[in-house]
């Protein structure tokens, strides 16, 4: 009975997690259009807070296009797969503490964040059209290239802790918050954005040179599920960071403030930013990035000689 | 437990796909829906080419990296296990053959994206 309810909070979790996701992407609108002196969606009942909803349920009962010469079954599937994984990753952070905590969270994490490019470059490949296979392309090398310098920060805090465990990391942060190593912190917001494919880095889906990317053919149900998929992955990267840098809680308010402070974060520099060029972000990549997070890491293993 | 969090996430999307493909049944199809988009063209060729060796040197460089990390990892659980002397060496070599590593590269121009 009680393992039954565990299933059954965890559950609701989960629901309660996609209900999150739209209304981001309510608030991403909204922002936008006060950033831009507008006033953004304010029509759909009160205030607009019913427009994610009527949104998804317009995208839903859209028609479903299959493009010609596209291969379909992985056309049709890979924004699921996609979907899939963004909710699974939400399994290497303690958030199910009762009944999952994972001992090498680390691992699963960096396991299912290295699988996520594959639904991208299938969704671009197989639509068969030219903006999607370079937005593929684009996406799939830009993701690659800065995952290398990704893991090297994360594994720079997970050192200081000697485990791979999170829940560990978010213990050792009662004493000292991570968010003391500035520089650190800049790195791990630089790679994160570009991880995440937005704003200053959005080369996936850049409109003025590509139409909308990697989904430029995708049009009902499962554009939905590729918006789900990118906005989830927002929230998990937001919450990880909290945890990460932070180390609070989910059972504190706290938490939950810090949270909406790094999606507005991201939102805010979608709203300011201009897109940077490929050619520098790959530079900026590998000779800026990559070897600051990696004498980063020298600096974390020389700091962790204190703790024995 | 962990299995059945990730049947529920495997049956939750499926369900998403069978509310899709229920609620869009419209579909009315013709030649002009159907071809790819491509700013009012019709097109000549198949989309799926060949692309830029760039994008594949950059996956090649990638890997090495990536196993470069799959090397640093056991480095977080074996602090307490091993002495501090072996910890120490052996993390300073790692660190400061990956640094070695990256600075050939870019002496060998693998990092300029064109020539």
Known sequence: ?308 | MIMNLVLTMFTLSMILIMIMSTFSKKSKNWREKMIPFECGFNFFNSAQMPFSIRFFLIAILFIIFDVEIALILPLLTTFFSTSLKMWIFSSFALMLIILMGTLIEWKENSFEWKK
Do not use: H
Not at chain 1, 157 to 162: G, P, R, S, T
């Open chain 1, 1 to 308: 009975m009680f393992k039954l309810m565990l299933m059954l909070s965890s559950l609701i979790l989960i629901l309660m997690m996609l209900v999150a996701v739209a209304f981001i992407t309510l608030l991403e609108r909204k922002i936008l259009g006060y950033m831009q002196i507008r006033l953004g969606p304010n029509k759909a009942s009160i205030m607009g807070i019913s427009q994610p909803l009527s949104d998804a349920l317009k995208l839903y009962s859209k028609e479903m296009v299959k493009p010609f010469n596209s291969n379909f079954t992985s056309y049709f599937f890979s924004p699921s797969v996609s979907l899939i994984l963004s909710l699974m990753i939400w399994f290497s952070l303690p958030i199910f503490k009762p009944i999952l905590l994972m001992k090498m969270g680390l691992l699963m994490f960096f396991s299912i964040l290295g699988l996520g490019v594959y639904p991208i470059l299938m969704a671009g490949w197989s639509s068969n059209s030219n903006f999607s296979l370079i937005g593929g392309m684009r996406a799939l090398a830009q993701t690659i290239s800065y995952e290398v310098s990704l893991i090297f920060i994360i594994l720079s805090n997970m050192i200081l802790n000697n485990s791979m465990n999170f829940f560990k990391l978010m213990e050792v942060q009662k004493m000292f918050v991570y968010i003391f190593f500035m520089f650190n912190f800049l790195l791990w917001m630089i790679s994160c954005t570009a991880e995440l494919n937005r704003t200053p880095f959005d080369f996936a889906e850049g409109e003025s040179e590509l139409v909308s990317g990697f989904n430029t053919e995708y049009s009902s149900g499962t554009f939905a599920m590729i918006f789900m998929a990118e906005y989830m992955m927002i929230l998990f990267f937001s919450s990880f960071s909290t945890i990460m840098f932070f180390g609070f809680y989910m059972s504190e308010l706290k938490y939950f403030i810090t949270v909406m402070l790094f999606i507005f974060f991201f939102v805010w520099m979608r709203a300011t930013l201009p897109r940077y060029r490929y050619d520098l972000l790959m530079n900026f990549s590998w000779k800026i990035v990559l070897p600051s997070s990696t004498l980063n890491l020298f600096f974390f293993i020389f700091l962790n000689l204190t703790s024995k």
